[in-house]
C-alpha cells in the first residue's frame, strides 16, 4: 500500500515562508513522480510543483516559480516544498501525490494559510 502523509503547514504572515514535507511509503522512492497540488476554498484542485521519477526533473506552475523549490531526500523517502514570499493567493490545503499502476495516490493535506 502508498501512504503519503504531509507536513508543516500552517499560519504564516505575508512574505513569510513555510516548508512542507511528504513523507511516501514506497520501496523504490526515486523511481516515482511526486506531485504537490493545491486545493483553495471554491476553486479547483491545482498542480503546484513535482518531481519527475525517470529523470529528478523539478517542474513549478506559473504561480510560485520563483518562490517555491521542491527537492527529495531519497534516504528518508520524502519530498520538500520550500515556499518563501508567500502571498495570500497561496492559501490553500496543500496534497502531494503519486501514481502507480494507474492508480493515484493522495496524502490527507496540510492547511496553508498566509495573511495579508
Known amino acids: 500500500e502508498v501512504r503519503l502523509v504531509e507536513s508543516g503547514g500552517g499560519l504564516v504572515q505575508a512574505g513569510g515562508s513555510l516548508r512542507l514535507s511528504c513523507a511516501v511509503s514506497?520501496?523504490?522512492?526515486?523511481?516515482?513522480?511526486i506531485g504537490w497540488f493545491r486545493e483553495a476554498p471554491g476553486k479547483e484542485r491545482e498542480g503546484v510543483s513535482c518531481i519527475s521519477g525517470s529523470d529528478g526533473s523539478v517542474y513549478y506552475a506559473d504561480s510560485v516559480k520563483g518562490r517555491f523549490t521542491l527537492s527529495s531526500d531519497n534516504a528518508k523517502n520524502t519530498v520538500y516544498l520550500q515556499m518563501n514570499s508567500l502571498e495570500p493567493e497561496d492559501t490553500a490545503v496543500y496534497y502531494c501525490n503519486t501514481v502507480l499502476l494507474g492508480a493515484a495516490y493522495w496524502g490527507q493535506g496540510t492547511q496553508v494559510t498566509v495573511s495579508s
Open positions: 514506497v520501496f523504490t522512492f526515486e523511481d516515482y513522480a
